[in-house]
């Protein structure tokens, strides 16, 4: 019989390796980041409230702290910050994804439940770290509808992230 850790070298070496779990998980995490956004979509068309200013308001606090100004007027830097703000929700939402599949092909297998939590904290620290730390925001501030409009599109991430990631392993 196989102690715990030939089984899980085992598992490894089948499955490819960090690499393939990191790959495999950056999928995941695709589609974990693509259904936090419809998620985040689907409340701002339901509730009908506009979208958060976090995102850009994080990269220009980047940008000031690293003294690297974003380049054009008023307008053109407008437009350069939403498409930063974008860019890094969905780096962040891959690169977790990514994160978990290195994770798991070292062999760590959760119960879903337990991958599903995961998933989502790491989400919800990947997402809102950045921004407390820079100031953009506080938690501790937020209402109700404030937690249930970041808690609930991270589940979502979460839910999605873990089905794949389990889906992706091989048999």
Known sequence: MLSTLSRSAARRRAGGGLLRGALLGAAAGAAGTTALDATTYL????????ASSTPEDTM????????VPIPGDEKARKNRLSGLGALTGLVAGVAAGGLLGVVRAGGWRPRPGVGVMAA????????NVPMTLSGVTDPRTWSAADWASDVVPHAAYGVVTAAVLNRLDPP
């Open 120 to 127: 989502t904290g790491v989400a919800l620290l990947v997402g």
């Open 43 to 50: 409340d701002m068309a339901l509730r009908a409230r506009p």
């Open 60 to 67: 220009q606090r980047m940008s000031d702290l690293a003294h």
